[in-house]
């Protein structure tokens, strides 16, 4: 998908700034929707589009940073660009501390703009894949049964065969069993792409493995 296909989302209450970034993000070929208020844009069931959303930190009603923290919530990963005023970038700051992607201050350079949605697209591209990634990751790893689970964590702590039959009480033999059909089900051809999956997946927090750590 290139940059022109994804959408760009503007949320400000003030008719004459949407028309105008409106106008700018249109003229260079992007797909725009614009909202009046936060409240508006979180009820229009494009959250999880690919594209980025330029929201005004103050708002009336909901805030640019709390309709923010309702996408997080609602577990939206779409770039969030924050316009705000001078005195309000302490805000911004606030903004990228919990995740926005960036934030222009007004008055700024149209081009600039731009430059920065262009990048933002990109960004949330290549962690929307990532994203991806790692849930195909952690639905692999679900569905492993309690003793497969136990040798993954065996192997992964760094743990041969005949050590992990002692820690779990069982034969080298059916160690081996288990570990080829957990082997298969992470359709890992090597034991090098199992802990890739692994330190993948940890990294991300979205797995509790013994000796994952020691992968990091």
């Known amino acids: 998908m290139s940059d022109h296909e994804a959408k760009i989302f503007i949320v400000d209450d003030d008719q004459a700034v949407r028309d105008s970034l409106q106008w700018l993000i249109e003229s260079v070929g992007m797909s725009v929707q614009s909202y009046s208020s936060g409240a508006q844009f979180l009820e229009c069931g494009f959250l999880d589009a690919v594209g980025c959303a330029i929201l005004d930190i ?3 009603g909901m805030s640019g940073i709390e309709v923010f923290e309702e996408m997080k919530l609602r577990e939206s990963d779409m770039p969030v660009i924050f316009l705000t005023g001078h005195g309000d970038v302490h805000l911004a700051v606030r903004a990228m501390k919990i995740g926005a992607y960036d934030f222009l201050e007004k008055p700024f350079n149209d081009q600039s703009l731009l430059d920065l949605i262009q990048k933002a697209i990109r960004t949330g591209r290549t962690q929307r894949k990532e994203s991806l990634h790692v849930s195909e990751i952690s639905e692999k790893l679900e569905n492993l049964s309690a003793r ?32 080829a059909k957990m082997m298969e089900k992470m359709a890992a051809a090597t034991l090098a792409d199992l802990i890739r999956m692994i330190t993948h997946v940890s990294r991300a927090g979205k797995a509790d493995i013994a000796g994952a750590n020691a992968l990091q």
């Open 148 to 179: 497969e689970r136990e040798v993954l964590d065996g192997v992964v702590g760094g743990n041969s065969n005949r050590i992990i039959a002692d820690l779990l009480d069982l034969s080298e033999k059916t160690v081996e069993f288990h570990r």
């Open 58 to 60: 103050r708002m009336p």
